[in-house]
């Protein structure tokens, strides 16, 4: 096992850069990037600005014309020593694959370079946006697998009962139902609507946190925790109940299960002591993927309702704003949590089932 965990650690880093190499060519294609940014920014403020530098404090208006080859409309009457010093200022007066190798290189130092439009290290970002993704993240994967496989065992067992019949109902219902819509719900009935004010609208934790005692602390953690992961939850139970439940159901079938129930042994021995490690094996294999997913994409909409600053919202402001170092820090982030967690995973296979040995795959 050993040797294949070092195998695996050492693909971690051609797969990491090519995951990057491949994002940063299809980003830097996209039009407008951050110069183009910068430029619109300025010329939203106001015309004094902008004049000045068109103008070039009081050159003739045949300098207006300048920047006529850029396919950007807002380039259009800016001096080019203005251009070019954005240029340099952002890093675009190196070749494209220079500033890629620039790139990776300050990763390996952990400096993920400076956020364009934030003005702060996008390391320093990161920290600060992680606890409230983290925390989504955790409890919504844990609260779905505390439920979602006793349910699915429980509907294996009682294949086409009433039982079975009616949780696929509901579960059906809560998958219907959009995460945001539920959460707008929740915020409604639940914290200061026109019904119950049981619960606060938004925020991680309360202004005066800081001044509350430990065990004041983790209430009012989570306190602000129920609706969100509660929103976030709803539409995740049905997809790992029924993997569940097929999972188990495909192993009932098999001749081992026969055998064991021939011999004599009890349904709770056939199901947890035979079934059961056979049967999570696919269940586990979800299990990166959908972590990863609720901390980045799925929590998106969710921080926004509930005005949770994390790490889904700082990466989709960062493509709005074409903010490439915030984009790719996180990018780069993710990527690397995600490899890490694969790994985690065929560790937990060989939990579920000692007899699965990675190091004699071919």
Request: aromatic share 12%; glycine share 12%.
């Amino acid at each position: 096992m050993a040797t294949y965990l070092i195998r695996r650690l050492f693909l971690i880093i051609p797969t990491l850069f090519g995951i990057m190499l491949i994002n940063f060519v299809i980003v830097q294609a996209a039009p407008g990037g951050p110069i183009e940014q910068a430029i619109a920014d300025l010329s939203n403020i106001g015309g004094g600005a902008t004049d000045a530098i068109t103008r070039g404090g009081g050159d003739t208006m045949d300098q207006r014309v300048l920047e006529q080859g850029s396919g950007y409309r807002g380039r259009q009457g800016l001096l080019p020593e203005y251009i070019a010093e954005l240029e340099k200022q952002y890093g675009f007066d190196k070749p494209l694959f220079e500033r890629f190798l620039l790139m990776m290189g300050g990763y390996l130092t952990l400096d993920f370079g400076t956020s364009f439009f934030r003005d702060q290290q996008v390391i320093d970002l990161v920290i600060e946006k992680m606890p409230v993704s983290i925390s989504l993240g955790v409890w919504t994967t844990l609260i779905v697998y505390l439920v979602s496989i006793p349910l699915g065992i429980r509907k294996a067992i009682r294949d086409g009962s009433r039982f079975d019949v009616g949780t696929s109902a509901v579960l059906a219902v809560g998958t219907a139902i959009p995460s945001y819509l539920f959460a707008v719900f929740l915020l409604v009935f639940f914290a200061g609507g026109s019904y119950l004010q049981w619960f606060p609208l938004g925020g991680l934790v309360s202004d005066d946190w800081q001044e509350m005692s430990l065990g004041q602390g983790i209430a009012d953690y989570l306190w602000h925790m129920v609706l969100p992961v509660t929103a976030m939850v709803i539409g995740g139970f049905a997809s790992l109940s029924m993997l569940t439940k097929n999972s188990f159901l495909d192993q009932l079938r098999l001749q081992y299960v026969i055998t064991a129930r021939a011999k004599g042994l009890t349904e709770r021995r056939v199901l947890y002591g035979h079934v059961f490690r056979n049967a999570m094996l696919i269940v586990i294999a979800g299990f990166p993927a959908a972590f990863i997913g609720v901390l980045f994409t799925g929590s998106l909409l969710i921080e926004i309702i509930f005005s949770l600053d994390g790490l889904g919202l700082l990466g989709f402001e960062a493509v709005l704003r074409r903010d490439y170092n915030v984009m790719f820090g996180t990018l780069f982030f993710f990527s690397l949590i995600g490899l890490v967690l694969n790994i985690v995973s065929d560790l937990t296979y060989t939990l579920v089932d000692p007899r699965i040995d990675f190091e004699r795959r071919t």
